[in-house]
């Protein structure tokens, strides 16, 4: 057996107990990506976050699942880099880095408000494909019936580095009873299997926007629900502007997610249309919690 130490911080809250909890482990260089698997399958968090040097940028990030490496994941985004600011590691007149990605090299940029640190990432540039399977199946392994999916949106799959399947639902109240049947959805997700699976919700009103979610894993990552979703937060701006406001330049709007899990938590997301395409952040904050020391054994 081996042992690694890992940091505990919890994304898109201040409180230890709320948010998205990602494993940390900073100045990762000495390890490879074998064992970056083992870690992150012990640590058992839906991700864990390895930093390491890069030719191209200020720091390179890695991201793992407990199940394998995935391209992009905003709350170990958040993670990673607030604790490379809080740590000291970057520099405290520094308010900007650039980070490499396996989706490429996107910028960070950091700010104090309210007395707290808060961390806003630039990520991929949004994609979407259409989904051709069964709403209805789709319904059923959330716990739900078919009419409570919002049939004047699309269901698709988005993506700003991670792919998901966004399904709009009707109401608020039906996010709150899903119970999901993650391993019915590969077959369900025929054209992307490997996808998650994003339940929203758009509260839209005259003088404020704001979405609520919740995010059901592949089940092959190893897990089975995520608490607060960087990524899947951003793709949903990008989707409003696509699908609900293709006239409008720009949209600023809160996602609240977490609550079922009991660790509430939100993002805050902007996207600005630019003639190149749709430029997507989302910001957060996020709390140191622990430090801990797991045991892995590599896969043969």
Request: net charge negative.
């Amino acid at each position: 057996m081996n042992s690694q130490k890992v940091l505990h911080y919890n994304a898109f809250s201040t409180e230890q107990t709320k948010g998205n909890p990602a494993g940390v482990v900073l100045e990762a260089d000495a390890i490879d990506e074998a064992k970056m698997q083992a870690i992150a399958k012990a640590v058992g968090f839906n991700e864990t976050v390895f930093v390491v040097q890069s030719d191209k940028a200020d720091y390179r990030l890695r991201y793992f699942t407990p199940g394998h490496e995935i391209n992009l994941c905003g709350h170990a985004t958040v993670a990673a880099t607030y604790a490379l600011k809080t740590t000291g590691r970057i520099n405290a007149d520094t308010n900007e880095i650039v980070i490499e990605t396996n989706v490429g090299v996107l910028p960070v940029s950091f700010e104090t408000k309210d007395g707290e640190l808060v961390v806003t990432m630039r990520q991929d540039r949004p994609q979407f494909l259409p989904f051709h399977g069964s709403v209805a199946k789709l319904a059923q392994s959330m716990g739900i019936a078919t009419d409570e999916v919002d049939d004047r949106l699309p269901v698709v799959y988005g993506s700003t580095g991670t792919w998901t399947l966004l399904v709009p639902i009707r109401s608020a109240e039906t996010l709150g009873r899903m119970q999901s049947v993650n391993q019915d959805f590969p077959d369900i997700l025929a054209e992307n299997p490997r996808s998650s699976v994003h339940p929203f919700v758009i509260d839209e009103r005259p003088q404020e926007l704001r979405m609520q979610a919740r995010h059901f894993s592949s089940p092959y990552s190893g897990t089975i629900e995520d608490a607060v979703t960087g990524t899947a937060s951003g793709v949903m701006g990008a989707y409003y502007l696509t699908y609900l406001h293709p006239d409008r330049q720009q949209v600023e709007f809160v996602v609240e997610q977490g609550k079922e899990l009991g660790r509430e938590g939100k993002v805050y997301v902007r996207v600005d249309r630019q003639p190149d395409g749709l430029e997507v952040h989302i910001s957060g904050t996020g709390v140191f919690v622990e430090e801990f020391e797991v045991a892995y054994r590599i896969a043969k």
